[in-house]
């Protein structure tokens, strides 16, 4: 076979069929069925089939046609030295809220690279714009019905759209949608939301034009846009106010109760910062749909509170409360945002055991600006330099969102054990549900497993 591109594989799993082949690290992929790869789109569908024949090329240049029996859509247990199986696309606008233009200098060179590639939105679920999507890419799309497709619309206005991306071709993408939707393939869609630029009627406009789309496009999140101090030379966006909460608030209830009673769901999900700012209360679970949104912080909080609710109901069932024999001080960091539910969890349980001393410590984000809130980008330094005269106890809790994905790193490089070092504290590191939240808090004493 002619040769083409290779893909050098970089780990074969345990148990596996290609440990069974003898397949090694350092051995490269050539082709599937005699169809060479382009990259894991080609990968994943390729290896579906019971029967397939895989090309590989050992590490001493011999190569192996390897005849496959297996499960349909069982997998061969290889991984790749890219994830992507190819080089990474990154982003050619220059959207007037991109978040990246807003970084300070000198931080890692990994942080500031735009990423706008279509296969991370089936692999990861990031948001893309379509602008860097060839017709290549939506018919590879089509053909292999990969799905969901995550779309960031901002709006459907075309000329505004090109204005907020500043791309000539920004609203000229919009039309790759309508393949997509013809092709019926599931989409999720985003829009920031900009103070003065894409709300108000354009706002109004836009969730119109969205709901063409329904069924295939199963929901929209609106998120504010997030400003950091860094913005010098950019697009003059202004934050939003508690009284412009209060109007976007109503343009999506108003559209979810019309949605909802023609279609049966709610569609488009306002982000929990709205109702904190508009100081409202978070809506009930049933208004989510199932939170299809989580990841754009679309009923996140509300999430976290009923798993807190169904775990501490738990706890009433197996224990005799309130429980005086869990004693101790411990501290738990958040961000701003979230500060007020966090602490109320926090007083009951305290409630609950009343020989707990919870310090719950809102961390004030000197690093990006005061209007960033969210504890996800919360840096080390900031909690050190907030924490250090605290009363800390025995132990300090920090949301797993903190830190980079799979590391012990926070965004500024800090690591957990500089801040354990610098603190004189134990840290615990939390995950983002309710139930993890009473484990961490009561520790050994803790059960919880709703």
């Known amino acids: 076979m002619k040769k083409g591109k290779a893909h050098v594989i970089s780990r074969v799993l345990e148990g596996s069929i290609a440990q069974e082949l003898e397949i090694e690290a350092g051995d490269k992929l050539l082709a599937i069925d005699t169809t ?28 192996w046609l390897l005849e496959v029996d297996k499960e349909f859509d069982e997998d061969l247990g290889i991984e790749f030295e890219n994830g ?15 978040f990246i233009d807003q970084m300070p200098p000198g931080m890692r060179e990994t942080l500031y690279f735009k990423d706008d590639d279509s296969r991370l939105s089936f692999l990861q679920g990031n948001y893309v714009t379509l602008t860097n999507m060839s017709e290549h890419d939506i018919d590879r799309i089509i053909r292999y019905h990969l799905a969901p497709i995550n779309i960031s619309f901002h709006t459907m206005n075309p000329q505004l759209r090109c204005m907020m991306l500043n791309n000539r071709f920004a609203g000229e993408a919009l039309k790759k949608v309508d393949r997509l939707f013809e092709a019926g393939i599931p989409m999720n869609g985003q829009i920031v939301l900009c103070r003065g630029v894409n709300d108000g009627a354009e706002l109004e406009y836009s969730i ?34 508690p009284e412009d909460a209060e109007v976007v608030l109503e343009i999506i209830h108003r559209w979810q109760d019309k949605i909802y009673k023609e279609k049966g769901t709610h569609f488009i999900h306002a982000s929990d910062e709205w109702y904190m700012l508009a100081g409202r209360e978070l809506p009930g679970e049933e208004r989510y749909d199932g939170y299809p949104q989580l990841e754009n912080g679309v009923g996140m909080t509300r999430l976290l509170l009923e798993e807190f609710a169904r775990g501490r109901e738990e706890l009433r069932r197996d224990r005799t409360l309130p429980d ?59 909690i050190l330099a907030q924490l250090k005269d605290k009363p800390l106890g025995s132990r300090l809790l920090l949301p797993q969102n ?3 994905s799979g590391e012990t790193v926070f965004l500024d490089d800090l690591t957990v054990q500089d801040l354990k070092k610098a603190l004189q504290v134990e840290i615990n590191i939390v995950k983002s549900s309710g139930c993890d939240f009473i484990e961490a808090v009561l520790g050994k004493s803790g059960r919880c497993t709703c």
Do not use: W
């Open 36 to 63: 060479e790869i382009e990259d894991i789109f080609d990968y994943q569908f390729l290896i579906q089939n019971d029967y397939i024949e895989v090309l590989i090329e050992k590490q001493d240049g011999e190569q």
């Open 84 to 98: 992507l199986m190819d080089e990474y696309r990154s982003c050619h606008n220059k959207c007037i809220f991109c």
């Open 208 to 241: 119109s034009e969205l709901t063409r789309y329904l069924p295939c496009l199963e929901s929209v999140s609106v998120v504010p846009v997030g400003l950091s101090k860094y913005r010098e030379g950019l697009y003059p966006l202004e934050p939003f106010r």
């Open 324 to 382: 005086t024999s869990v004693r101790e001080e411990l501290s738990i960091v958040t961000g701003r945002l979230a500060y007020p539910y966090i602490r109320r969890m926090a007083e009951e349980l305290t409630e609950d055991f009343p020989e707990l001393n919870i310090h719950v410590y809102a961390i004030r984000n000197d690093f990006f600006g005061e209007l960033i809130t969210v504890s996800g980008l919360l840096t080390g330094q900031d």
């Open 402 to 404: 903190v830190l980079r």
